[in-house]
């Protein structure tokens, strides 16, 4: 005997096209097409959420390198002069104080250039 899934039929596809809203066309309401491009754009979602970090870190790393080239120090040196005088700030940190506090981050330029040098 064939068990109708009416239900269960009904609620995995509501789910698949409520997840469609906003698409155009037969993408929203056509369930086989809604059910492709949900798919690729979960997947497109989870790809653009490692790839942000990765982003995110080398807008840092240039911001950083920037800012230490006004005080003639590569960002090489500086991040090892940092790490010699072993001052824990992330890179977030450190591109943060260069766009909102110069004169802190020129504080911090010279630390990193006196532990070089020493």
């Not at 009904?10 to 037969?26: Q, S, T, V």
Request: aromatic content about 8%; glycine content about 8%.
């Amino acid at each position: 005997m064939r068990v109708p899934g009416g239900v269960k039929h009904g609620r995995r596809r509501r789910k698949i096209l409520k997840l469609a809203k906003g698409f155009k066309g037969k993408r929203r309401s056509c369930y086989r097409i809604a059910k492709q491009s949900v798919f690729k754009a979960l997947r497109h979602m989870y790809v653009s959420r490692k790839l942000q970090k990765r982003v995110m870190r080398r807008m840092w790393m240039t911001r950083i390198g920037a800012a230490t080239r006004r005080h003639d120090v590569s960002y090489s040196a500086f991040m090892g002069g940092l790490r010699k005088a072993r001052v824990e700030l992330n890179r977030k940190m450190l591109a943060d104080i260069a766009f909102r506090d110069p004169e802190g981050f020129a504080q911090v330029v010279a630390v990193a250039k006196e532990t070089r040098r020493a």
